[in-house]
């Protein structure tokens, strides 16, 4: 299960049954609002963190890349042979 501090919890929840309230016309209590709050972390959440770490990846990838092109425009220019 995902791990979130009390207050984000009850914000959730409490959207859980706002939602219910406002879209279905329903009024679900606090223990029907936790049990789809776990459910829901359970079973979607695993998707929404793994498409965070393939974000982060990817900026950390991109970021990486721009290091190495900066890194080598420090490069000076060579020659073999000695020039006057």
């Known amino acids: 299960m995902i791990r979130v501090n009390k207050e984000q ?15 279905r016309g329903e009024e679900l209590g606090m223990i029907g609002a936790e049990q789809i709050y776990i459910d829901l972390s359970e079973i979607i959440g695993p998707y929404f963190y793994n498409q965070g770490v393939r974000d982060a990846k990817e900026m950390v990838e991109q970021k990486l890349m721009n290091m190495d092109e900066d ?3 420090l490069e000076k220019q060579t020659s073999l042979g000695y020039r006057r």
Do not use: P, R, W
Not at 9 to 23: G, R
């Open 9 to 23: 919890k009850e914000a959730m929840v409490s959207a859980i049954q706002q939602y219910f309230e406002v879209e």
């Open 71 to 73: 890194i080598l425009s």
